[in-house]
């Protein structure tokens, strides 16, 4: 709509300076002062526009339908200026006039308003005998419309003439090149799309219709949203359409058809109020319920539309609204205007007596023809606005007022701050200052830039390199309250943040949805993927909607090892998991295996240097050294469970733990049946029973007994040999790499065997126990068994309950607990003896001859 405005502002320039038509110019309750302000306001929702012929002067435009809050903001501008003269502290010794007009929501009048604001040129109004005609203006107040600014600004940046809106939202103001003397003390439209995709992404509404009006306040604010929505990645529009201000039944009947097929429940509104009552008209007679509704600041707090009529369908609605101040005096300014009942020729006092009417439903003399006929009552004048309950005197919820109460203000700290400049330190050339009497709109221009105040509610009021005030917004929620009535809360509110960008606060408790489940609706255009699925966009529709197909599906080999992303937009392949060296468990098993094998090397090498002597020869030092042998192997073994499983590491584990701990328990066996057959040959009549037990035999009953494992593990890794696996029964995502045992028997007899050898050696140690200390290394071998045992019976369980390659690391540390068990018990008190009470290690203490000291 830019091009169009920018087109037509010719023809605007062209009719101000040919036609003589005056736009409609509120009288103000005093226009003298030494510094006038103009301002735009709406005071009339409607204007006709006579026939331009060209061949007789054109008639002045007729304005109807009167707005009432567009007349208390014109009033609260006026209240401003008349607060500021009454302060000694804000601009001593000036006093500010004002000027206002009305633009009849009218882009000819309005922008004919401003140029005569800025020109001065006008029809003389004479209301005291010191006040004669209008001086051109320092600044304007205004304009509420977007389009009607953008033109405005264009031809006033010419003159750097400051223009501060209340109202007029579009980014496209934002343009510093374009609108160098442009201000707004209203947030522009940038920041409120994003606090309206805030709100999207909080109750994770994806998929959202889109409604704009048909001017640059919608078409910019459209452009705006879809941009943002695109780079944000947090949604989709489903439809966008455009609104037209005429009453357009088919075009509004197609629109809600689209609304009503579409799938999306969020529909987001930018546009006037004027646009929603035409829509909603539309809404109803096709009965669209269902609908969360989000309204731009436009129309949030629209009264027109809080009706019994329309909350069926608008109820629970989440808008943005204006921020919400207190602007303390203003009700009992507004309860001194009284008409004039002798000036009322003038357009400003019919203004008033024009309000007058509409708040008391009667006509001043003379009235119109049947006025009183029918029933209607003339104007006194004397009418009571006390005693009147309407929006006008409800200063409860001061939203554009307290807007243009911001931009008078701004406009007034400039000034002040420009006059209390001293000579010789001033901005300009030469470090010159303004003065009151030479005073031009651009020296004004440069301290509104800088202007920094705050106002008596509390808010701070500056303007960015933009002209950009500090964004707020509140979040209002329409809630429709069971007697029918009508309210709108405000339940947050979305501020911009230093460190967060767009920060918003929502109490989501006082929220009204307008549902049966009474919870916020759900708005989506496809559900999300689940799990081990990935989205395949549809083709030709938004992102938002994609179809979810499984990631085991598809003519890639091995689809089945692939998951989807967190993202769930495309497969990856499943994490892979298992007893990794380079994983802290892992690292600590394989640390603690290696550490065991060293300690067996040490105990090997100490037991060698001391071979000759007694504790070593005593305890038969040939099966010593082959049981420390076989407790090294068992170390080692363990090394064979840790690392990514392979086809001759899952054969080879187990068969070597199974052989290892055969041979150890073996070793520990034959021992202690050596150790009963001493005891019994040193009994008169025993000596027989040592030759069942020399050397020879020692070695073939531990090679006859490790044989039989031998054969175990050959016949269990040809019948059903382990293999390693690819587990994804535990973790969907994930791929737990194991060895199968392959036959479960297998297993179970090679376990048994080492059981049935552990428990044979326990059982014949305990029976030894009670034997003289001479020879009693049963004692020692009881207790290695019990804690070899305990750890293997806690194993089982431990083992069959561990998932995936837990229970690698279960059997790992079994076999280190066992290991490390035997190791201590059995040679612990020997190498103490060895290495610290060498006096012990002697034949007469060994044979129980000496005294132990």
């Not at 707005?67 to 500010?96: C, H, W, Y």
């Not at 109202?167 to 409120?192: E, G, N």
């Not at 640390?591 to 305890?619: D, E, M, Q, W, Y």
């Not at 049981?627 to 469970?641: D, M, Q, V």
């Amino acid at each position: 709509m830019l091009s169009l405005v920018h087109a037509n502002l010719l023809l605007f320039i062209l009719l101000y300076c040919y036609f003589s038509f005056t736009a409609a110019s509120l009288s103000s309750s005093s226009c003298h002062g030494d510094l006038i302000l103009g301002g735009l306001f709406e005071v009339h929702f409607f204007s006709i526009f006579p026939d331009l012929s060209f061949t007789s002067e054109p008639q002045q435009p007729t304005c109807y339908g009167f707005d009432v809050l567009g007349f208390r903001q014109a009033k609260t501008m006026a209240f401003a200026i008349d607060e500021i003269n009454r302060n000694s502290n804000l601009l001593p010794n000036v006093t500010l006039g004002f000027t206002l007009y009305d633009n009849c929501v009218e882009l000819g009048i309005g922008f004919r308003a401003a140029l005569s604001l800025a020109s001065g040129q006008d029809d003389q109004i004479i209301l005291h005998n010191t006040c004669v005609g209008n001086p051109p203006v320092i600044g304007i107040v205004g304009d509420s419309s977007s389009t009607r600014s953008i033109a405005i600004s264009t031809v006033l940046g010419l003159y750097s003439i400051p223009m501060v809106s209340y109202f007029a939202t579009c980014s496209c103001l934002s343009d510093r090149k374009k609108y160098p003397s442009f201000f707004r003390t209203i947030p522009s439209d940038a920041f409120q799309v994003h606090a309206l995709i805030q709100i999207l992404k909080h109750f994770k509404w994806t998929w959202a219709g889109l409604l704009v009006s048909d001017d640059d306040y919608g078409l910019h604010a459209a452009r705006s949203f879809q941009s943002e929505l695109s780079q944000s990645g947090e949604g989709c529009l489903a439809y966008t359409e455009i609104l037209s201000l005429h009453k357009e039944t088919d075009e509004l009947r197609r629109i809600v058809n689209v609304m009503k097929k579409s799938t999306a429940q969020v529909v987001i509104v930018f546009a006037h109020e004027s646009h929603m009552i035409n829509l909603m008209e539309e809404v109803v007679r096709q009965n669209v319920t269902g609908l969360q509704w989000m309204a731009s600041e436009a129309w949030t707090t629209a009264v027109v539309l809080q009706t019994p009529h329309l909350m069926p369908y608008l109820g629970g609605t989440l808008g943005i609204a204006i921020r919400r101040g207190e602007i303390t005096g203003l009700r009992e300014f507004l309860l001194q205007i009284r008409p004039d009942l002798h000036h009322n020729n003038s357009y400003g006092n019919s203004m008033v007596n024009e309000f007058w009417e509409f708040t008391f439903k009667c006509r001043f003399e003379p009235a119109p023809a049947g006025w009183v006929e029918g029933g209607g009552t003339l104007c006194t004048g004397q009418e009571d606005l006390e005693n009147v309950n309407n929006e006008f005197l409800d200063i409860s919820d001061l939203r554009p007022e307290y807007n243009v109460y911001k931009a008078v203000y701004a406009l007034a700290y400039s000034l002040d701050e420009m006059l209390q400049c001293k000579p010789g330190r001033g901005p300009f050339s030469g470090n010159s200052c303004a003065t009151l009497q030479t005073l031009e709109p651009w020296q004004l221009l440069y301290y509104l830039e800088r202007v920094n105040f705050t106002t008596p509610f509390g808010d701070q009021v500056s303007f960015d390199e933009n002209g950009d005030v500090v964004p707020i917004y509140d979040v209002m929620n329409w809630l429709w309250l069971p007697d029918g009535s009508t309210e709108v809360q405000n339940v947050g509110e979305v501020k911009r943040s230093a460190f967060k960008g767009g920060e918003l606060i929502l109490d989501e408790d006082k929220i009204f949805w307008n549902f049966k489940s009474r919870k916020p609706g759900r708005s989506v255009c496809s559900e999300n993927c689940p799990p081990g699925t990935h989205m395949v966009r549809r083709k030709g529709e938004p992102k938002c909607c994609f179809d979810c197909i499984p990631c085991s599906e598809g003519k890639i080999n091995n689809k089945k090892n692939f998951w989807s992303n967190p993202q769930r937009d495309h497969c990856v392949p499943k994490k892979t998991e298992f007893l990794s060296y380079h994983e802290p468990l892992g690292f600590c098993l394989t640390a603690t295996s290696l550490l065991g094998t060293i300690i067996c090397a040490v105990v090997i090498g100490i037991f060698f240097f001391n071979r000759r002597t007694p504790i070593v020869r005593a305890n038969n030092s040939e099966l010593s050294f082959q049981l420390l042998l076989s407790l090294k192997l068992c170390f080692l073994c363990s090394l064979l469970f840790i690392g990514r499983p392979r086809l001759w590491t899952c054969q080879l584990r187990h068969a070597a733990f199974g052989i290892s701990f055969v041979l150890c328990v073996s070793c520990i066996l034959v021992k202690t049946m050596v150790v009963l057959a001493v005891f019994k040959a040193s009994k008169p009549g025993g000596g027989t029973s040592l030759k069942w037990f020399g050397a020879m035999q020692q070695r073939g009953t531990i090679l006859f007994l490790t044989s039989i494992q031998v054969v175990i593990c050959t016949a269990w890794l040809v019948s059903a040999s382990p293999t390693p696996n690819k587990n994804t029964q535990y973790h969907n995502d994930k791929i737990i790499y194991e060895c199968s045992i392959g036959s479960s028997v297998g297993f179970g007899v090679l376990l048994g065997y080492i059981g049935m050898l552990a428990f044979l050696s326990f059982l014949i140690a305990f029976l030894a126990r009670n034997l003289p200390d001479s020879f009693n290394e049963a004692k020692l071998i009881t207790f290695s068994m019990l804690i070899f045992c305990a750890v293997w019976v806690t194993f089982v369980p431990a083992y069959i309950s561990s998932p995936g390659n837990h229970a690698d690391a279960v059997e790992v540390f079994a076999i280190l607990a066992s290991s490390f068990g035997l190791l201590v018990a059995l040679f612990g008190p020997k190498c103490y003896i060895i290495l610290l009470r060498p006096e012990m290690n002697t034949k007469k203490v060994i044979m129980g001859r000496g005294t132990q000291s």
